[in-house]
């Protein structure tokens, strides 16, 4: 039986992705508060505009441009929630993601903080400047607001008026405040943008432009994201729920409520840590802002030379070698494909063929591709049945990043004695419910590959939701992303997150019986830069008026 959640009270990017082609658009504002009174105003006028997750009944009913809020710690701070609410905040969450930097990766775990002064050198300046010490909070991010929009007319890449008007509605509203709400600049290298522009990579086929599912390295993304109970009306679950929630006596069910939205039971059957009072916390969640550069250029040129030993290794053609270390070190072919189910190159030539996504017009080939990718067929498949990584290298990004039943504690590596891999059909995702995270967000820069090199700016706007920032999203980034052992990667690092200033290999193994050996690559660079971000508190709606009136009380 579905869950059934006050999806009224719950704020709608939490239940779902707006998505790269519904609404393929975006702007991320930042604003600090200096008056509380005034502070309290601009979230009241706020309030009124905010997309909730109420179910849209029909595409017409669905707004131009969606409006979410968020909040962080001196944010929740400076508009007066008392202090025995804030008391009660997790850690990570006070701390701030700056804080956590060494957790995460962003700074080098080699040098010591007195002589690294200048970590964050490369950061937007807004961050840079963002929980600096000594200066009185003047330039602290405390309210994160988001401006999804759809398109203006099918075909081209201009969205729709409202995202403008939304603009200037929020530029009006620090003006009426009298400087008590300020909007920050600080955007992009030269730091002169006051909003972080977001927007799907658009593909254009004469004088059409469409939304692809593509970030810039030329991957479909965010196809895998975790069902959980209640997200989505009965019927649609049962489909939905298939390779995105969690195997229970091999079949897919949802993942507890709890691990995405406070106030309801997680996969511990516990109710998670909360804010007092428990209206303040209900239906609310945290998220983790980051800004995540992409080395285009090092990407493909790193590439490129390793295709060329590749190929010789395989005695294959060197761009079939390219496509091949693509899909490896990714785990899914660069249309989204996963290797797990179609693991060869000769495969996915077929069913690429098969499946339309070669369709002579090529807009009747996006859209078969998109079907595809929404289809429970794009993430239906496991890891337990290839321990060794044959077909998807225990390193791979998607492993790493959601390692379905790879960590069942009864599944063994290896082969058994006629050099088949050990398959657990019973596996469970016990090791890994707990560490699903719920992604939101869009590319940023611009959509023509060929104007995109190391130096101009594009990358992904990446918001990562759920209700225990240490124990789902900290916990993957730091020890799946930065860290190998539970893949039996020793130190080795995501092939394509992974920081690879000291580990630059990433090893693709090779069944014995086709007579080929492994393939390590052993030139990664760092081909992903987180550019700053910030933790927020996304709080429900009746949160939300809580806030503006100013009347939480903890007791």
């Not at 229970?248 to 709890?258: A, C, L």
């Amino acid at each position: 039986m579905t869950k059934a959640l006050n999806l009224h009270d719950i704020q709608g990017n939490v239940v779902r992705a707006y998505g790269r082609f519904s609404f393929p658009f975006a702007r991320y504002f930042f604003f600090n508060i200096s008056d509380r009174n005034a502070g309290r105003k601009f979230v009241d006028a706020v309030r009124g505009e905010v997309t909730t997750a109420a179910r849209w009944p029909d595409q017409a009913q669905k707004p131009d441009c969606t409006v979410n809020i968020g909040f962080t710690f001196f944010g929740l701070w400076q508009l007066g929630v008392p202090s025995r609410t804030l008391k009660s905040m997790p850690d990570e969450f006070v701390d701030g993601m700056k804080d956590r930097a060494f957790v995460l990766g962003d700074r080098d775990t080699t040098k010591v903080a007195e002589d690294d002064l200048q970590w964050d050198a490369h950061w937007d300046q807004i961050w840079r400047k963002n929980r600096t010490p000594g200066t009185a909070g003047q330039d602290d991010v405390h309210v994160w607001i988001s401006l999804n929009a759809q398109l203006k007319t099918p075909g081209t890449a201009e969205p729709v008026d409202a995202l403008e008007e939304k603009t200037q509605w929020l530029r009006d509203l620090c003006d009426a405040s009298d400087g008590g709400v300020r909007l920050l600049g600080g955007h992009g290298k030269d730091g002169k943008a006051d909003y972080q522009s977001a927007n799907a990579v658009f593909d254009k086929f004469g004088k059409t432009e469409l939304p692809t599912p593509k970030e810039h390295f030329g991957f479909a993304d965010g196809i895998g994201d975790p069902v959980f109970d209640g997200q989505y009306e009965p019927e649609k679950a049962k489909t939905a729920v298939i390779g995105r929630g969690k195997r229970v006596d091999g079949k897919w069910v949802p993942i507890e409520t709890g691990e995405f939205i406070l106030g309801h039971p997680d996969e511990s059957q516990e109710l998670p840590p909360a804010a007092m009072p428990p209206e303040f916390s209900q239906n609310g969640t945290f998220m983790a802002y980051r800004k995540l550069h992409e080395y285009v250029g090092r990407f493909d040129e790193v590439l490129a030379e390793e295709a060329k030993s590749f190929a010789a290794v395989m005695d294959i053609p060197e761009d079939e070698a390219g496509e091949v270390l693509r899909a490896k070190m990714c785990g899914r072919w660069s249309d989204g494909v996963p290797l797990a189910s179609v693991p060869t190159y000769a495969e996915w030539q077929t069913f690429r063929s098969e499946h339309g996504f070669d369709d002579p017009d090529p807009v009747k080939a996006l859209e078969n591709q998109a079907k595809y990718l929404r289809s429970p067929a794009a993430s239906d498949f496991r890891y337990a049945d290839d321990m060794p990584g044959y077909n998807v290298p225990g390193g791979a990004h998607i492993r790493r990043m959601n390692t379905r039943d790879y960590l069942d504690p009864l599944n063994k590596p290896g082969v058994d004695e006629k050099g088949c891999p050990f398959a657990n059909e019973n596996a469970t995702h016990a090791l890994n419910k707990r560490r699903r995270v719920l992604r939101r967000g869009l590319p940023y820069g611009a959509s023509d590959p060929a104007k995109n090199t190391d130096d101009t700016e594009q990358g992904v706007a990446m918001m990562i939701i759920g209700t225990s920032l240490f124990r789902q999203f900290e916990f993957v980034q730091q020890q799946w992303v930065q860290y190998g052992l539970d893949f039996h990667q020793g130190n080795n690092t995501c092939p394509m997150l992974g920081e690879h200033r000291t580990h630059t290999r990433f090893t693709v193994p090779s069944d014995p019986k086709t007579g080929k050996p492994p393939y390590i690559m052993s030139k990664l660079k760092t081909f992903v830069e987180c550019r700053g971000g910030e933790y927020f508190f996304i709080p429900s709606m009746t949160c939300l008026r809580l806030i503006a009136m100013g009347i939480v009380d903890p007791t």
